[in-house]
């Protein structure tokens, strides 16, 4: 990944859509970005967005597999 951020992941979900992106600060140091979009009453897209940096994604991580199967899916 020599690129300043990767291309990222859409994906579309009903009237939402999350994109899954890992960018990468100043310093060098890479992170994740999740946002979640959804048109509000008006018409007009909301954003709300989670930056996960990495000396907290592997314990992000780790806590996304032990709920997984909450969802059917197992590791």
């Given at each position: 990944?020599?690129?300043?951020?990767?291309?990222?992941?859409?994906?579309?979900?009903?009237?939402?859509?999350?994109?899954?992106?890992?960018?990468?600060?100043?310093n060098g140091t890479r992170y994740l970005v999740l946002t979640e979009s959804k048109k509000n009453s008006e018409g007009k897209f909301e954003r709300q967005k989670i930056m996960v940096f990495?000396?907290?994604?592997?314990?992000?991580?780790?806590a996304m597999k032990q709920v997984a199967p909450e969802f059917g899916i197992n590791s």
């Amino acid at each position: 990944m020599g690129k300043e951020n990767s291309e990222g992941i859409k994906i579309p979900a009903g009237q939402r859509t999350y994109f899954v992106d890992v960018k990468k600060a100043k310093n060098g140091t890479r992170y994740l970005v999740l946002t979640e979009s959804k048109k509000n009453s008006e018409g007009k897209f909301e954003r709300q967005k989670i930056m996960v940096f990495s000396d907290h994604f592997k314990a992000i991580y780790e806590a996304m597999k032990q709920v997984a199967p909450e969802f059917g899916i197992n590791s």
